[in-house]
Every structure is written in C-alpha cells, then in structure tokens.
C-alpha cells in the first residue's frame, strides 16, 4: 500500500479515536447504593483517586439545610494538603454569585432585569449598534448575542479590571440579535460584574463580600480578577498519557464570571441556600436564577442549567473549567442533595470533577457506581501509538525520497505537486486544529491552549504534521539534485548525442 494512502488511514483512524472516544470504564469499589453518607463519599473518592491518580479535590455534599460531608483530597500543585478550608478556585460556578449580585439589586430595585445596560452602564458600547437594546436579563441569561464567535477573549491578551474587560468590547461585533440565541461567552458576566460595581459604587470584591458571601456566611470566600491572583497563580494538573503533569495557569481575565475562590466548608453553605432551605435566599430570586431562559430552547437560566440525572431526575447544574482546575454544582430538587466538587485538574483532559459528582449521583439513585474515569486515560494511549506511527512513516518516507524523485524525472512539475498535495492535509489539520476544538466546542483557542486541554491530540496532530513536512521537503529536495544532476549530464553529452543522431 502507498504511503499516501497509509497515512491517510493513520489519520482517519486517529481522528476517530479521539474524537469518538467516551469515558473509559474500570472496575472499582462500588459503595452502598441509597442515601450519601460521609464514610460513603470518603470510600469512594479513595477509589476514585487510586483508579486515576487525580491529585486533588474538595468535595461539599448538603441535603436539604443539613451538611452531609465537607472534605478535602490530596494535595495542591504547591504540595499541600487540601483539606475542607482549602482555597480552591470555581472557574464559572462564579456566575451563579455574579448572577445573585445582580438579582439582589434587581430586588432591591436599584435596577431592573428588563431596562437597556447602558441605562446603568453608558461605557458599555459596542461596533454594532444593536448592543444599546442589550438588557441586564439577556447578559446573564447569555442571550445578548455576543459570542467568542465574535469575540474570541481568551485568545487576547487579559485586562487587568472589570473596567478594562468592559473597554476591550467596544471594537467587538455582535454574532447574533440580542435576545435571539443564547451563546456561552464569559464577557456577559464581566460586564455584569462591572453593572454592578458602578450601580452600588464599590469595587465588585468589596461588594460580593458583603452583600453574597458574608450573608451566607461564606466567610473564605472572594473574588479576583485574573488567574494571576488565584492560590498559587491557578497552577495544577493536566493529563497525558495516563499521567498527571503539573503546570502554571496562563493568565486570563476572570472576575465575574470566573474569578471566586471558595473551600469546600463555605460551598455547603451555598449549597444550602441555593436548595432554598433555611430561608437564606428569596424564594423569588432563586426561581428567577434557576429557571431556563427557554430563548431558542436553552436550558441555561442565570449561572445554572436546568436538566435531568441519569435516573430522570431534575437536576439544576453548572460547570466550570479553567485550563488546570475543574468544577461542578449540582442541585437534585427531588432528593433536596446538593454535590459541589472542584479538582485541580484541567478542562477536558480531566474531567473529574464531573465524573466524581455522576458518580456520587449515581448512589444517590440506587445505581451501581461504573467506575468511570476520565476518557484521555484510554484515548491518550491511542494518541501516543499514532504519534510513534506518524513519526515511523516520516522517517520511512525521508529515507525514500530520493527513490521517489528518481522515479518522477522528466515529468511536468505540475503531476508532481499534485503528487504532494494530499500531504498538506496534516499540515492543515494541526494548524487549524484550534479552530475545530472551537468549533466543536463553541469557545475559540489557541494551539498553546490545546497543549493544556488535551496534550496527546496536540502531539499526535503535530507529528503527523511534521511526517508530512519532512516527507515533502526531502522528496522536494531530491527532486531538485536529480533534475539538477540531469541537466548537468545534458550539457555535458550534448554535443555527441547531436553527432550521433546526425549519424
């Protein structure tokens, strides 16, 4: 078989693996199905960290107004213990605490989730004039028709305030009309954050701490505006190969929608307020906040998504993702349980934080736990096969080259471009790679970021890419000394191959 047509069945095949692949399951210890007890959850996040080697997690589990089990695993990047009081950052469970911001001073009528932004934020401008009928509702509802289509933020270099988060969209176009279409973009709840600091005349740190999280009782937690100003700069894990490898957050913008800092002690409380036990909060602001926009048929309220369990339960959730550290809240309405786990590993490569709480689900509603583990553990052993393939048969097609130009002398340039063509495709496909992760998952990138979210893509992607350089380059150059050495030998015999053919 041609090589051409190996690499291109390499290819395929390692598309389809990465992109098919579903959670890996293993065996694991199943513990006893029905109500969630601390003993309980402890067993199984000791099983879930020996099956994945997941460095770290904070787990808070509630039911009702009652706290079930508040705890910290493992350790953090900077090697210490985490334990229930531990800082962890929630990535974009903090919409939910901008949302109820907002909705407080909604209550309070200081504002109203139906007028224009620009009624309480005039800076807030874009280039496109339908932003003006933008409303403080659609922001947090994430129906005000920006999108990172449009404005791709996490590919910029990061302000460093709500004020300049806010100044950077003033070049920025609308993807859809406001109210039309809900689309997931972290800007909404910048903006959000910086209504607010301008309605109530205080920085929006000072604000949360006394109007959200002292209320609640949160007393460990804040807010921040980059990545930057996280316990130990954001820095955690991701996953390769069945491995964890410790790495630095790069920095990005976060307040408002991304930036609080929370432990597991003060994520029982939100949990339990957010249940609406105890009276905490309104029962009114919680409806409003939880309950599905329905625009275009989103299931995405104000920082949470309405939804259904596995056993067809309703569930109200959010999850939240930085490139080294990922989170999940999780009401069960029915059961009155509420799950709250953040872990410090990354966006994609690690979901854990996610696993863990289906997992916790599951006991809940009387399923055998599957063992799930994250689907990189599986898939990355693949990936790292088709990288050593694609590195075999590059190596293979330089060694052939000059074979290859030899067979090709004395044709048109043309039929041997188009010879070379097919091998631009893993060149492509690695240089465009980070547009198709944004597509698929609606949220633009970088091919840096790529090494964060899922490393053996990027390393199967990039061999393939350089196979395929290297294979063109020395079938070029070989092309070129032999045609070279041809015309060499053509001034030299000319003259008597004239005489013979005058003959």
């Given at each position: 078989?041609k090589?051409?047509?190996?690499?291109?069945?390499?290819?395929?095949?390692?598309?389809l693996?990465?992109?098919?692949?579903t959670a890996?399951?293993?065996?694991a210890?199943t513990?006893s199905?029905g109500d969630?007890?601390?003993s309980?959850?402890d067993?199984?996040?000791?099983?879930?960290?020996e099956?994945?080697?997941?460095?770290?997690?904070?787990v808070?589990v509630t039911?009702?107004?009652?706290?079930?089990?508040?705890?910290?695993?493992?350790?953090t990047?900077g090697g210490?213990?985490?334990?229930?009081?531990?800082?962890m950052p929630?990535?974009?469970?903090s919409?939910?605490?901008t949302?109820?911001a907002?909705?407080?001073?909604a209550?309070?009528?200081?504002?109203s989730?139906?007028?224009?932004?620009?009624?309480?934020?005039?800076?807030?401008t874009?280039?496109d004039p339908?932003a003006?009928?933008?409303?403080v509702?659609?922001?947090l509802?994430q129906?005000?028709?920006?999108?990172d289509?449009s404005?791709p933020?996490?590919?910029l270099a990061a302000p460093?305030?709500?004020?300049?988060?806010?100044?950077m969209?003033r070049?920025?176009?609308?993807?859809?009309?406001?109210?039309?279409?809900m689309?997931?973009h972290n800007?909404?709840?910048?903006?959000?954050a910086?209504?607010?600091e301008?309605?109530?005349g205080?920085?929006?740190?000072?604000?949360m701490a006394?109007?959200?999280?002292?209320p609640?009782?949160?007393t460990?937690?804040?807010?921040?505006n980059?990545t930057?100003?996280?316990?130990?700069?954001?820095a955690g894990?991701i996953?390769?190969?069945?491995?964890?490898?410790?790495?630095s957050?790069p920095?990005?913008?976060?307040n408002?929608g991304?930036?609080?800092?929370?432990t597991?002690?003060?994520?029982?409380?939100w949990?339990?307020?957010q249940?609406?036990?105890?009276?905490?909060l309104?029962?009114?602001i919680?409806?409003?906040a939880?309950?599905a926009?329905g625009?275009a048929?989103?299931?995405?309220?104000m920082?949470?998504?309405?939804?259904?369990?596995d056993g067809g339960a309703p569930?109200?959730?959010?999850?939240?993702?930085l490139?080294?550290?990922?989170?999940?809240q999780?009401?069960?309405?029915e059961?009155?349980?509420?799950?709250?786990?953040?872990?410090n590993t990354?966006?994609?490569?690690g979901?854990d934080a996610?696993?863990?709480?289906?997992?916790l689900?599951?006991?809940v509603e009387?399923?055998?736990?599957?063992?799930?583990?994250p689907?990189t553990?599986?898939?990355?052993l693949?990936l790292?096969?088709?990288?050593?393939?694609n590195?075999g048969l590059g190596i293979?097609?330089?060694y052939?080259a000059?074979?290859?130009?030899?067979?090709r002398?004395?044709?048109?340039?043309?039929?041997?471009?188009?010879?070379?063509?097919?091998?631009?495709?893993?060149?492509?496909?690695f240089?465009?790679?980070?547009?198709l992760?944004?597509?698929?998952?609606?949220?633009?990138?970088t091919?840096?970021?790529i090494t964060?979210v899922?490393?053996?893509?990027?390393?199967w992607?990039?061999?393939?890419?350089l196979?395929?350089?290297?294979?063109?380059v020395?079938?070029?150059?070989h092309l070129v000394?032999a045609?070279?050495?041809?015309g060499r030998?053509?001034?030299?015999?000319?003259?008597?191959e004239t005489?013979?053919?005058?003959?």
């Open positions: 078989m090589m051409r047509k190996v690499a291109a069945m390499t290819g395929l095949a390692g598309v693996l990465a992109m098919g692949m890996a399951q293993a065996s210890v513990p199905a969630l007890s601390a309980v959850i067993d199984y996040m000791r099983d879930y960290v099956r994945t080697g997941l460095p770290g997690a904070t808070a039911k009702g107004d009652q706290v079930v089990h508040v705890a910290g695993y493992g350790h990047a210490e213990a985490i334990t229930k009081g531990t800082p929630l990535a974009s469970l919409k939910s605490f949302a109820l907002v909705l407080r001073l209550d309070e009528r200081k504002i989730l139906d007028a224009a932004v620009q009624t309480y934020l005039p800076e807030f874009m280039a339908r003006a009928k933008i409303t509702r659609q922001l509802q129906t005000s028709g920006m999108s289509q404005f933020e996490l590919t460093d305030t709500l004020k300049d988060a806010v100044g969209l070049t920025a176009p609308l993807a859809s009309e406001p109210g039309t279409k689309a997931y800007p909404n709840y910048a903006v959000a910086r209504l607010v301008v309605v109530a205080v920085p929006f740190a000072d604000h006394a109007n959200v999280f002292g609640l009782g949160m460990s937690t804040a807010t921040v980059t930057s100003d996280l316990p130990g700069r954001g894990y996953r390769a190969y069945g491995q964890v490898v410790e790495r957050q920095k990005w913008f976060i408002g991304a930036g609080v800092v929370s597991a002690d003060d994520l029982a409380r949990l339990i307020a249940n609406g036990a105890g009276g905490v309104p029962e009114k919680l409806k409003t939880q309950s926009s625009v048929g989103s299931t995405y309220g920082g949470w998504s309405e939804g259904k369990t569930r109200l959730q959010h999850t939240g993702w490139l080294t550290h990922n989170s999940v999780t009401l069960l309405p059961s009155t349980y509420g799950i709250a786990v953040v872990t990354g966006m994609i490569s979901d996610l696993l863990i709480t289906n997992g689900i599951d006991v009387g399923r055998p736990v599957a063992g799930a583990v689907f553990m599986s898939a990355d693949w790292a096969g088709l990288s050593v393939l590195l293979l097609g330089v052939r000059g074979s290859w130009a030899r067979r002398e004395g044709r048109a340039a043309w039929r041997v471009i188009v010879r070379l063509i097919p091998y631009a495709a893993p060149i492509v496909f240089f465009g790679l980070a547009d992760i944004g597509f698929v998952m609606n949220r633009a990138g091919l840096e970021q964060y899922w490393l053996a893509l990027y390393v992607a990039a061999t393939a890419a196979a395929a350089a290297a294979v063109v020395s079938r070029f150059v000394r045609r070279g050495a041809r030998a053509g001034e030299t015999s000319g003259p008597r005489i013979t053919s005058r003959a």
